[in-house]
């Protein structure tokens, strides 16, 4: 399973403010998702046809053990009762610091993190070269 970490904002504001600067400090659109009652492509496609059941199922497909499943219901009971999610995919070591910077400013209510520290996906995170920030350091 890939890294990920998914923040829970109150304000949907808040969360469209998460996504578009992830998305302008050059994370790929693919790997940014937001969900919502307002927004929710992603997680709305499950079999049920019902948005509270859907949204349980993406998150739950998200959840890598047991303590991260009650996390993440948590999240997705939140996200139906008005809140909003965003889901990150980060790559590398770079990404992840990144995006933890990005998602604190913004001050969520709760994260959940499945960053395995583990010798193979510890190597990967340090082998992987994703897009890099738009404006590095250093430039204007």
Known sequence: MQDVIVALYDQHSSAVDVRTELVKDGFATDRVELTSPYEHLQADKGPSGVFEANV?????????????????????????????????????????KRAETILRRHSPRQVYRYLPEDAGHALDRQMERAAGSPNPAGRS
Request: charged share 25%.
């Open 56 to 96: 349980a199922d993406y998150f739950r497909t998200l959840a890598a053990d047991e303590e991260g499943a009650r996390q993440l219901k948590e999240i997705a009971q939140a996200v139906v009762q008005g809140a909003s999610a965003i889901t990150l995919h980060p790559r590398g070591n770079e990404e992840l």
